[in-house]
């Protein structure tokens, strides 16, 4: 399991090697020593329990524990390891490079009739249909007429 920081909704203020955390949504207030600060700010969701106990010098169990702690104040969730595959496509949305591939844009082209002329003012026509205003003026007896 790769633990991952919660971030929304949340005020942090640093304080030397110390942390202050302000969470929204529960109207409490958290301090973290300077060790938990730490195991909190690996918390990255891309390393293991063992890569952040590596990165911030305490044990395994030492970050276990704080991991847990932080789980239950809602400050820290637990996720799946990614395949490579996944990490790499979040790493390269994060740094923007997905948003810099080939973008396919399709439209559907309208069929023959759809593709029909609209006449405007004074133009002649059968039906309202041919007229951009829906209206055909035609004189009584008369099978065309103009649009209006």
Known sequence: MIPRKRDDELVVEHTDAEVLVYDLRTNAAHHLDA????????????HSLAEV???TGLGVDAVARTVAQ???????????RHTRRETLQRSLVGAGVLAAL??????????AAQAATISGPGAPCAT????ASGVCNIPA???????T
């Open 70 to 80: 932080l789980g239950e104040l809602d400050l820290v969730s637990l996720q799946p």
């Open 102 to 111: 080939p973008v396919i844009k399709s439209i559907s082209a309208p069929e």
């Open 128 to 131: 309202g249909a041919e007229c």
């Open 53 to 55: 106990a590596s990165v």
């Open 141 to 147: 007896g008369s099978t065309t007429g103009t649009c």
């Open 35 to 46: 060790d938990a600060a730490m195991v909190w700010q690996a918390c990255d969701g891309e």
